[in-house]
DNA sequence: TTGTAAGCGTTATCAA
DNA sequence: TTGATAACGCTTACAA
């Protein structure tokens, strides 16, 4: 009995036998070498159509040193990441650049209880460089890795060491500044702001922003109450608000997701917006636009940040040198809410 | 000057070289052989721990012809894709399912431009199975794929060769017919629905159950605009049905995405539901709890659908085997708009 | 420009 | 139970 002939996938050593060249003739073919002549170049492509070859990954990888892969680190909690249309969109850059490339994504979780074994796998060559999403205070670990593997932040990293890492982020501060100014022009004087997590440089910075806007206004600062990005979290931060100050007038909630949360409070309790209030927020996703009514905020390029992502990780990795941080640009969208 | 120590990751034989042992009884030790001494045991296991050594992926798979990681391909429309709360969530099952084993996941896009280098690649043994998600009639070659490795559909694909496929759906028949009986039940007549694309199982049988629904109350089924799930598209929908139709009192959206979208046409319509009409939908996702009035709508285990997707994948790759089809159950939770 | 041959770091077969 | 030793499929000096 003849061995199976399709009992299992060509090898680059049947491609030189069909071309009549020899391996490493075939191995330059693929990796493009520009030292093949156009005959044996059309040979090899021949018999690589021919048996439908596809080199196998695993034995480039051995052989190269190089795994054509990146990893792709998300936090542990999965639920809050993936409900999240910021992240979702950011990923989307990612996996739709990444496809144009022969790079692999490999999606991570970290586990927080196991961040050990997250590292070792991101250190021990599995993978040429790694995308870090929403990491928090904790972080620190990871601007450790850039030691070992280029990584790239999306969104500043908090730990002191971050300041020489790579990343992608926007201007924060000055984008919660600008729209929170949207409320002080409208004459609201009891702004509250219902801000992010306190262990996220998104948080803080959005805090920032909308303190600096109503100290230049001379309007008190009192009134912060901090949520998860979450529409619960945004709730609960709504009614703690109104139960210390039921004379508020502005709110600025610092993800659209904590607004709509914040929304539906007001609703309950019978505050028009914007008649009663003005609401103004960040990220023009869907929770932003499809709201009753919907609203004024903040948007931020969200695909094109996962797309400049990879971009300056694969320069990394290639060797070349990229800027630290890159800011991509935000603007405000003015809708029926302030 | 001697070789620099840590220029590389710590390979087996300097673990074995350490301990005392041969290759061999090394790789027996990180395959959890049960046939190694305790003493070798535990010296390997210093060892490792000392070196801080972690397997080389690449050459275990080559060697081994295992490559332990599974291919996640999603369509080409990758906006709508994380657009969608949906998939969002069946992501985070099979995502977190599969970090608590040692399967590594691949996202795959789907060029539909050039499949075949996506079928090429699955096929050539890159990975040792593959999750196909939100495919539409196209997925017939994803079905031939089933032939060469292990796949998994998350709901049922449109293929005639389909039929044989591995999948995880819920009746969405049934489920849409229940759904829709509520507004038969509270007293509407003149019932509309929006239904999902006709290239997609969902959409197909999602309209066949509101179908059912209204034939078995004896009210005409005329009344159907398509959509393609997004709240554009709802939008658009809701648009026409109103124009042919401005007396309709009900309306099934086939996704609450297309709901929401709904839900703004009529609203600058000033239709009011549930006062005027009733609206109910599928999906208890955010779109669906949040608007105004919060949507009744069939809730589907989401995240337990996508675990359960790499659970058969799993066994089918362990030579176990596995009902073709899963059924997940659903329920109706009955909220303010009918 | 092409071919030869030596790895890459594991697993797997077979004897011992 | 352990250890040689031969693959696994490719890349990459080096030689021709």
Same mark, same amino acid.
């Given at each position: 009995? =003849? ?133 928090? =205070? ?9 030691? =070992? ?190």
């Amino acid at each position: 009995m =003849s061995p199976d002939p399709q009992s299992s996938a060509p090898t680059l050593e049947m491609v030189a036998a069909a071309a009549g060249v020899s391996r490493s003739t075939v191995s330059r073919v693929i990796n493009d070498s520009p030292k093949v002549t156009p005959e044996a170049l059309a040979a090899v492509r021949k018999a690589i159509d021919e048996l439908g070859y596809v080199p196998n990954r695993a034995a480039r990888i051995l052989a190269s040193r190089r795994t054509q892969s990146i990893a792709l680190v998300i936090p542990e909690n999965t639920a809050k990441f993936f409900a999240d249309p910021y992240f979702a969109t950011v990923v989307q850059g990612i996996a739709m650049y990444l496809s144009d490339t022969d790079y692999t994504l490999s999606l991570l979780i970290a586990s927080e209880s196991d961040g050990e074994k997250t590292r070792r796998y991101l250190q021990s060559g599995n993978v040429d460089g790694a995308l870090i999403l929403s990491h928090h =205070s904790d972080d620190r670990s990871y601007v450790q890795l850039a030691k =070992s593997i280029p990584v790239v932040f999306g969104g500043r990293p908090m730990s002191q060491e971050g300041s020489h890492a790579y990343y992608i982020d926007v201007d924060n501060v000055e984008a919660a500044r600008s729209v929170t100014q949207k409320l002080i022009e409208r004459g609201r004087r009891r702004i509250a702001t219902i801000a992010g997590p306190s262990d996220m440089s998104a948080g803080l910075d959005r805090l920032q922003g909308w303190r600096q806007a109503l100290d230049a206004a001379g309007i008190p600062t009192d009134l912060v109450e901090h949520g998860d990005f979450s529409p619960a979290g945004g709730e609960a931060a709504m009614r703690r608000l109104l139960d210390r100050e039921p004379e508020l007038d502005g709110v600025f909630a610092a993800s659209s997701l904590m607004a709509s949360g914040a929304l539906n409070v007001l609703r309950s309790r019978g505050k028009a917006v914007p008649h009663h209030l003005g609401l103004v927020t960040f990220d023009n996703d869907y929770a932003a636009q499809s709201s009753s009514p919907p609203l004024t905020t903040v948007e931020q390029p969200t695909v094109e940040q996962g797309r400049r992502m990879v971009d300056v990780l694969l320069h990394l990795i290639d060797g070349g040198n990229a800027s630290t941080v890159t800011m991509m640009p935000t603007r405000v969208i003015e809708r029926g809410s302030e």
